[in-house]
C-alpha cells in the first residue's frame, strides 16, 4: 500500500509539472523576447534581426529586443544562448557559421550546435558572390582565372576571416578551376571591401546583403554567384555553373535556434510567427532589396539542413586542411 501511495503522488507530481509546462506554453510569450545576434550592429545579420524584430512585436503582442554578442566568429553569442533558460525568451538568430564551420574549425568549442540548440526556422537565404573592384580591368571569372594563372599563385584574394564562408568559397573556387592564390584574412567584410575597393587584394566572395549596397553603387563589379542557381536579387548574375566551374555551392543561410529543451509548443509558436513575419510582403520586399531571400522552414527541416550542412562542411575543412587559432 506504501509503494502504492508513493507511486500515485510520483504520478501526481508529474502530472502537475506537465500541466504547468502547458499552462506555460499556453500563456507565452508574457514578457519581452531577446534575439541575441552573434555579430556586430549595422551588419547584415542585424538588419534581418531588426527588421524582423519590429514586425514580430504585432504578431507576438510582446516586445522582441535584439542583444549582439560578437565575437569569435558567432562562439561567444552562442555559448550564451546555450547555457540561457530553455523557456523560449532567448533566442539565437545566427548564419551558418557559428552552428556549422566552429565545430569543426576551434577546439574545446563550448557548446554542440546539435546537443546544445532546438532548431526554430531558417530565416533567409544568402549568396556568396565574387566581386572585384569596378576599377579593376577584370571584367569575367576566366579573365581572373588568367591573371591568377599569369601570376603563378601570387593573386591576393581577400575573405572574412580563416574558415569563414567567403573562405571555404574561395578553396572550392581554386579546387574548380585548379589555379592557386594568396589567401588574405580580414576580420570581417568591412575591411575587406575597403582594401579590394583601394586594390591591396583583387576581390573576394562575400555576402550578397554585404556587397549590394557596393555593386548598387557601382563600385564592385559581380563575376559570379557560388550557388546551383541563379541568385533572384541577381537574376542577371550567372552561377559558376553556367560559367563552366562545377562545385562551387556556398549558400549562407541565416537561422533562428532556441536553448535545447525548450518546449515543443513554444517552439511551434515562435515557428509560426517568424513565418507569419517572412511572408509579409513589405517585410520580403525589404528583405530581397537588401540582398536576402525569405526562406522559412519548419522545425525539424531545418534540423536537418544542419546536419547535411555540418557533414558537408566538415569534409571540405578537413580536405583542405583549413585551421585557425583563433
Not at 78 to 107: C, E, Q, W
Not at 191 to 200: K, R
Not at 236 to 261: H, K
Request: charge should be positive; include cysteine.
Amino acid at each position: 500500500m506504501r509503494v502504492f501511495r508513493r507511486f500515485a503522488a510520483l504520478c501526481a507530481a508529474l502530472a502537475f509539472l506537465a500541466s504547468a509546462g502547458v499552462a506555460h506554453s499556453q500563456d507565452y510569450p508574457a514578457r519581452a523576447i531577446r534575439l541575441v545576434v552573434a555579430f556586430p550592429a549595422g551588419g547584415p545579420t542585424d538588419f534581418v534581426a531588426r527588421l524582423l524584430a519590429e514586425k514580430l512585436k504585432g504578431i507576438l503582442g510582446q516586445s522582441v529586443l535584439v542583444e549582439n554578442k560578437s565575437g569569435a566568429n558567432a562562439a561567444i553569442g552562442a555559448d550564451y544562448v546555450a547555457k540561457s533558460d530553455p523557456d523560449g525568451y532567448t533566442l539565437f538568430f545566427t548564419t551558418i557559421s557559428a552552428v556549422v564551420m566552429n565545430p569543426h574549425l576551434r577546439a574545446n568549442l563550448p557548446y554542440d550546435p546539435v546537443r546544445d540548440f532546438a532548431p526554430v526556422t531558417r530565416l533567409v537565404l544568402t549568396t556568396e558572390v565574387l566581386v572585384v573592384s569596378t576599377k579593376s580591368p577584370i571584367k569575367s571569372v576566366k579573365e581572373l582565372i588568367d591573371l591568377a594563372k599569369e601570376k603563378n599563385g601570387a593573386l591576393p584574394m581577400a575573405s572574412t576571416g580563416v574558415g569563414s564562408l567567403p573562405h571555404l568559397a574561395l578553396e572550392l573556387f581554386q579546387q574548380s578551376t585548379g589555379i592557386k592564390v594568396v589567401h588574405v584574412p580580414y576580420r570581417g567584410a568591412a575591411p575587406a571591401v575597403t582594401d579590394i575597393l583601394g586594390g591591396q587584394v583583387v576581390g573576394s566572395f562575400l555576402d550578397l546583403p554585404v556587397v549590394m549596397p557596393q555593386i548598387i553603387g557601382g563600385n564592385l563589379r559581380a563575376l559570379g554567384t557560388a550557388s546551383a542557381k541563379r541568385d533572384p536579387v541577381l537574376p542577371d548574375l550567372p552561377t559558376f555553373d553556367e560559367q563552366g566551374y562545377r562545385d562551387v555551392y556556398a549558400d549562407n543561410w541565416y537561422a533562428l535556434f532556441a536553448p535545447a529543451r525548450t518546449p515543443a509548443p513554444v517552439i511551434a509558436k515562435l515557428n509560426a510567427a517568424f513565418r507569419t513575419a517572412l511572408t509579409d510582403p513589405e517585410i520580403s520586399r525589404k528583405l530581397l532589396d537588401a540582398g536576402a531571400v525569405p526562406a522559412p522552414t519548419t522545425p525539424e527541416e531545418l534540423g536537418d539542413i544542419l546536419k547535411t550542412d555540418f557533414a558537408r562542411w566538415g569534409k571540405i575543412i578537413r580536405e583542405r586542411n583549413i585551421k585557425t587559432t583563433e
